[in-house]
């Protein structure tokens, strides 16, 4: 394992079609700096890098700059995922954290704002940063997310992707060609460290109870990574935000106590079977990309 997944907050500043977040309006929760830095002394020995995020939009937390500031303390690289609309706020404050490894930005959540303007507004702001970062953080990695592929029939989004590339193109002062991606291959380098990047949408796992359950398949989780939700929960996927397959509690064990749980011995064992021990798993499908 080399990465942990630690929900700052699940509040978020959009309220996309294909994001659960809007569902979850009424137990919005802030993680604060006490149970934060436990969290990151329970990862100590366990994982060298951490996502601030599995819900909600991080740059939205006050006592981000502090967070980073902790994990830099403890030698964490980290690496955050944001839909850009506050980008311009913190550009100075993440430019100097240099634990940030990665930032990715969600460009096609802006697409849903209501007013085409903001959307565009947002986009130059997240390109312009992304200039800036190439060219005084060269260290650090962006991905561009155009999470919409296989909706191209839907000419909203097709006007916005086409939107996306021309503002690149005029910001970030290259060309795209018109067909850069192929099945194979995803990312399509910007210049130095920055990447355009397009995958099809997917449905969340605890909003697909309706698919078919399959018994067989496997997944990174527990593999690559864990969760831990701004509650405190520890859970096995970072698509886990309702706590499913909760193993262990931050005040409660912490994180070396819940991988050795009873239940995240079983789902490991199980995937190493090819068998998806959880029916959440069964579900997933997500799950899917992994064969």
């Not at 060219?135 to 000419?155: A, C, F, H, K, V």
């Amino acid at each position: 394992m080399n990465r942990a997944y630690i929900e700052i907050s699940n509040a978020c500043n959009l309220s996309c079609t294909f994001c659960p977040s809007p569902s979850i309006k009424g137990f919005r929760q802030w993680m604060s700096q006490e149970r934060f830095e436990r969290t990151l002394d329970s990862l100590q020995g366990v994982v060298d890098q951490v996502y601030l995020h599995v819900l909600g939009e991080p740059l939205l937390h006050p006592e981000l700059e502090a967070f980073i500031e902790a994990c830099a303390e403890r030698d964490l690289r980290v690496n955050l995922t944001t839909n850009g609309l506050l980008i311009a706020k913190h550009a100075q404050t993440l430019l100097n954290a240099q634990a940030l490894r990665q930032i990715n930005f969600s460009l096609h959540a802006l697409e849903e704002l209501p007013q085409t303007e903001d959307a565009l507004i947002a986009l130059d702001n997240s390109l312009t940063f992304t200039q800036l970062a190439k060219e005084t953080r060269p260290d650090l990695y962006i991905n561009l997310r155009l999470w919409n592929e296989g909706e191209s029939q839907s000419e909203s989004l097709a006007d916005w992707n086409r939107q996306v590339r021309q503002h690149m193109e005029k910001i970030l002062q290259i060309e795209i060609p018109d067909r850069p991606f192929t099945p194979r291959k995803k990312n399509y380098g910007l210049g130095g460290r920055a990447f355009l990047h397009s995958d099809t949408r997917f449905e969340w796992p605890a909003d697909s109870q309706q698919a078919e359950a399959r018994p067989h398949g496997t997944c990174k989780a527990l593999e690559t990574h864990c969760a831990i939700l701004a509650d405190g929960r520890i859970v096995a996927c970072c698509l886990d935000y309702k706590g499913n397959l909760e193993i262990g509690h931050i005040d409660k064990g912490g994180v070396q106590a819940a991988l050795n749980s009873v239940r995240a011995r079983a789902i490991r064992e199980g995937f190493a079977r090819n068998e998806l021990v959880e029916s959440f798993c069964q579900r997933c499908q997500f799950c899917k990309r992994f064969g």
